[in-house]
């Protein structure tokens, strides 16, 4: 055994001591921390910005709630010729359960806020028969932020 790895080794478990150098050990610590990072930022979104009209409260046959929503954000830029632009982005926002019960509470047309979660998308058939696809934002959190809502 070398002389790095014989103090590396020492009093650490028996795993690394049957020949496991320090290179191992860190690519192991790499890759967990890798897998860790990308679970916790896979499908996450994060909007500040305005609520377009009033929540749509929904209650269930089941008791629980449900609250749609549309809400703006904008991004400012400035274009070729130096001018500031604002372009506006609207999202289909969901909450549900105890985050829709304080939509319904809170949450008014105009009122700023945060809102993370995820990504999801579902399809659903017209009246015509048409197949549709709509993809919202599964509200997972919600901040409520200043300005006051007209409700």
Same mark, same amino acid.
């Given at each position: 055994m070398k002389a790095s790895q014989h103090s590396i080794t020492r009093g650490t478990s028996s795993?690394? %001591? %049957? +020949?496991k150098g320090l290179r191992d050990i860190k690519s192991k610590s790499i890759v967990s921390l890798? =897998?860790?990072?990308? &679970?916790? !930022?896979?499908?996450h979104v994060q909007l500040l910005g305005n609520v377009g009209q009033d929540p749509v409260v929904t209650t269930l046959e089941s008791g629980r709630k449900? $609250?749609?929503? =549309?809400? $703006?954000?904008? @991004?400012h830029y400035k274009n070729a010729k130096g001018e500031k632009e604002t372009q506006t982005h609207w999202h289909n926002?969901? $909450?549900w359960g105890k985050t829709a019960e304080l939509v319904e509470s809170y949450v008014g047309k105009g009122k700023e806020l945060a809102v993370t979660g995820k990504l999801k998308t579902r399809s659903y058939t017209t009246d015509t +028969? @048409? &197949?549709r696809y709509i993809t919202e934002v599964e509200a997972g @959190?919600? !901040? !409520? !932020?200043g300005g006051k809502a007209t409700r």
């Amino acid at each position: 055994m070398k002389a790095s790895q014989h103090s590396i080794t020492r009093g650490t478990s028996s795993t690394i %001591k %049957k +020949g496991k150098g320090l290179r191992d050990i860190k690519s192991k610590s790499i890759v967990s921390l890798k =897998s860790f990072v990308m &679970s916790t !930022l896979q499908n996450h979104v994060q909007l500040l910005g305005n609520v377009g009209q009033d929540p749509v409260v929904t209650t269930l046959e089941s008791g629980r709630k449900v $609250a749609r929503f =549309s809400m $703006a954000t904008n @991004e400012h830029y400035k274009n070729a010729k130096g001018e500031k632009e604002t372009q506006t982005h609207w999202h289909n926002i969901v $909450a549900w359960g105890k985050t829709a019960e304080l939509v319904e509470s809170y949450v008014g047309k105009g009122k700023e806020l945060a809102v993370t979660g995820k990504l999801k998308t579902r399809s659903y058939t017209t009246d015509t +028969g @048409e &197949s549709r696809y709509i993809t919202e934002v599964e509200a997972g @959190e919600i !901040l !409520l !932020l200043g300005g006051k809502a007209t409700r």
